[in-house]
C-alpha cells in the first residue's frame, strides 16, 4: 500500500513591528491609495535588527511542532526555502536545527524564492512516500526588508518579513499531498533579481552605489509572466487530480499582489470564498507567505478535513509550482 504525506501541524510567526502605508507616506514619495489599489496591501511586519530569519523561523516551527505534537528530536529533516539567509553559510536551516535541539535532523536551504516553501513541500513528500515514518519540518522564512531599497518606491512598498512552518508526516490513508508541480525558466532572471552579494558580482563601493545589493524588479515583466505561469499550473494540477475548479474547496495562491490573486480567481470561477487572501496585513513575504496563509487558514477553521486544498506560487527565477492536497 501506497504512502502519502501529510501535513499533521502549521505555524507562523510574525515580526512585532507593523509599518502601515501611512507610515511610507512620512517617510517617500507614495500614497495608501496608490499602494492599495495597485496591490491590496495596508501594512506589513518589518524585522527589527535583533530578529533574522533563522529567528523567524524559529518561532514559526515551535508553533507548528506544538500543533503536531511532535519533538524536535523526533524530526528526521528540515528544509528552508529562503532568498533571505541570516548568512551564506551555514544554512538558516542548521541554525534552526541547533536552535530547536533537532540534532537527529539533516537540514538545508533551498532557493526557489517564492516557491520555496512549495519547493520543499515536494522534496518532503518524497522522502516521506519511500519511509511514512520520516517527519519532515518544511518552513518558509523571509527577511525582505533587509534586501529592499527603501528608496525605492516602486520595489519597497511591496515586500514584508515572516515566516510560516508545516510539519509532514507519512500515511497509509488515502489524503494528503495528492500532486507536486515544480517550474522554472532561468531564461526570465533579470525581471526579479538581487544582483550583488553572491559570487557574481564583487561587492565594491561603486556596486553598492548602483543598488545592486537589493531587489530590482521589472513590475510589469514579472506581472504578465506571474499570471501566465499561476493560471497554467493551476490548470495542470486541477487536470491531473481529476477535477474541475469546482472541485477546489480552497486555492492558496503566493500573496503578490490583490490583482494578480482577482485575475486567477476569475479565470478559474472560483467564488470569492474559496480564494485566501491575507496580503492586506503582510504585503509579499516570498517564501513565507503560503506557509503563513496556510497557518492562518488551518487556526481559523477554514481547512476542514477532507477539503481539498490547492497552492500555487511563482517567484523570482522565474520558478513556480502548485501542491494539492485532500486536507
Ligand atoms: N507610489 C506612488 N507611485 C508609484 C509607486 C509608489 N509606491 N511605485 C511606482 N509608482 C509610479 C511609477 O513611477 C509610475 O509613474 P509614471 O507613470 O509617472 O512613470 C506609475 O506609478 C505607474 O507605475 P507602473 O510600474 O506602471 O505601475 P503598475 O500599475 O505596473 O504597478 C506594480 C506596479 C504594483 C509593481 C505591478 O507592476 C505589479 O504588481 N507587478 C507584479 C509585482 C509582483 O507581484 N512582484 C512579486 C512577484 S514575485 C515575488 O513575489 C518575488
Known amino acids: 500500500m501506497a504512502n502519502n504525506a501529510v501535513i499533521i501541524g502549521t505555524g507562523s510567526y510574525l515580526p512585532s513591528r507593523v509599518v502601515t502605508n501611512q507610515d511610507l507616506e512620512a517617510e517617500i514619495d507614495t500614497t495608501d491609495e496608490w499602494i492599495r489599489t495597485r496591490t491590496g496591501i495596508r501594512q506589513r511586519y518589518i524585522a527589527s535588527d535583533n530578529e533574522p530569519n533563522s529567528y523567524l523561523a524559529v518561532k514559526a516551527s515551535e508553533h507548528a511542532l506544538n500543533m503536531a505534537g511532535v519533538r524536535p528530536s523526533e524530526l528526521d529533516l528540515i528544509i528552508v526555502g529562503t532568498l533571505t539567509p541570516d548568512m551564506p553559510m551555514p544554512s538558516v536551516a542548521c541554525l534552526v536545527q541547533k536552535e530547536l535541539g533537532a540534532l537527529k535532523a539533516g537540514a538545508f536551504d533551498l532557493s526557489a524564492t517564492c516557491s520555496g516553501f512549495l519547493y520543499g513541500l515536494a522534496v518532503a513528500d518524497k522522502f516521506v512516500r519511500d519511509n511514512r515514518k520520516m517527519k519532515v519540518l518544511v518552513i518558509g522564512s523571509e527577511v525582505l526588508s533587509r534586501r529592499v531599497n527603501w528608496e525605492d518606491r516602486t520595489t519597497c512598498v511591496l515586500f514584508g518579513d515572516g515566516a510560516g512552518a508545516a510539519v509532514v508526516t507519512g500515511t497509509r490513508d488515502r489524503r494528503g499531498i495528492l500532486s507536486t508541480h515544480l517550474h522554472a525558466d532561468g531564461r526570465l532572471w533579470e525581471f526579479l533579481t538581487i544582483k550583488a552579494l553572491g559570487t557574481a558580482c564583487p561587492i565594491t563601493p561603486e556596486i553598492l552605489d548602483k543598488g545592486w545589493q537589493y531587489i530590482e524588479m521589472s513590475g510589469r515583466d514579472v506581472f504578465k509572466n506571474a499570471v501566465r505561469a499561476l493560471e497554467a499550473v493551476t490548470w495542470e494540477a486541477i487536470k491531473t487530480n481529476g477535477w474541475t475548479s469546482d472541485d477546489v474547496d480552497l486555492l492558496i495562491c503566493h500573496q503578490a499582489n490583490m490583482r494578480i490573486l482577482d485575475y486567477l480567481r476569475e479565470r478559474l470561477g472560483l467564488p470569492e470564498e474559496k480564494v485566501f487572501i491575507n496580503i492586506h496585513k503582510y504585503g509579499n513575504t516570498s517564501a513565507a507567505s503560503i506557509p503563513i496563509a496556510l497557518d492562518e487558514a488551518n487556526r481559523s477553521g477554514r481547512l476542514k ?23
Open 305 to 327: 478535513p477532507g477539503m481539498n486544498l490547492l497552492m500555487v506560487s511563482f517567484g523570482g527565477g522565474f520558478t513556480w509550482g502548485a501542491v494539492a492536497m485532500e486536507w
